[in-house]
């Protein structure tokens, strides 16, 4: 089964400090990873995704991932915070061989001034 | 234009009444989706249809019934509603099951 753990329901950092936000999944075969983001009100939009090669991945807004297979992780980071990053981020897991996304439980984001 | 249109944006109703929220995508994909998020922001995938036929029927009530006329259009149909109900339903779609999945806004769903 697969499943996608995200550590810490929130995160508070200043503005111009480190984002760091954390995901882990479980799974036989390495899958398709991504991280969305989730403004209030609002729907989800994609920050960026893994599927095959690289696995340093750039997203928008300044954001990065990077796939260790050996640590079954996929965390998101960037490197200064600003305010407008404050939102919910979801990891999500798409196996290889149906269709489904498995989404974590969301890391809420604040940043503080 | 938006990629993936849901209407309403907000639903307020009793208790035991029988309402339905449209979803509508422009972007040419084959596979649409319904979630339910609760008040802990979890997401939880409810259906899938892939070309008008459904793949992913998760552990949901009979009250709910999808209904996919097109590829374009998803509409769920909630029967008999409860107060445990009262989620944000969000609609999204992809091309193919594991590609990027766009969403819609979402639809505020409270019953009294």
């Known amino acids: 089964a697969q499943s996608v753990t995200q550590l810490g329901s929130h995160v508070s950092v200043s503005e111009g400090a480190l984002v760091l936000l954390r995901c882990n999944y479980s799974s036989s075969v390495p899958p398709y990873l991504f991280w969305y983001v989730q403004y209030p009100n609002q729907g989800l939009q994609l920050l960026l995704k893994?599927?095959?090669?690289?696995?340093l991945v750039k997203g928008i807004n300044g954001f990065e991932a990077e796939f260790k297979k050996s640590e079954t992780s996929f965390h998101l980071t960037k490197p200064s915070a600003h305010m407008s990053d404050a939102a919910e981020y979801f990891c999500?897991?798409?196996?290889?061989?149906?269709?489904?996304?498995?989404f974590g439980s969301g890391t809420k984001l604040n940043v503080k001034p | 234009d938006t990629a993936v249109s849901q209407t309403p944006k907000y639903l307020v109703t009793q208790m035991g009444n029988d309402k339905s929220i449209k979803c509508e995508q422009n972007l040419g994909h084959d596979t649409m989706y319904w979630y339910k998020q609760d008040s802990k922001k979890f997401l939880k995938i409810m259906f899938s249809?892939?070309?008008?036929?459904?793949?992913i029927n998760e552990t949901v009530p009979n009250r709910f019934s999808p209904k996919s006329p097109d590829k374009a259009h998803l509409n769920l149909h909630i029967n008999s509603l409860e107060l445990g109900d009262s989620a944000v339903y969000f609609c999204a779609s992809s091309q193919g099951g594991k590609e990027t999945q766009y969403f819609g806004p979402g639809t505020r769903l409270l019953v009294l």
């Open positions: 999500a897991v798409a196996p290889n061989n149906f269709n489904k996304f498995y």
């Open positions: 249809y892939n070309n008008k036929e459904l793949i």
């Open positions: 893994y599927t095959t090669g690289a696995t």
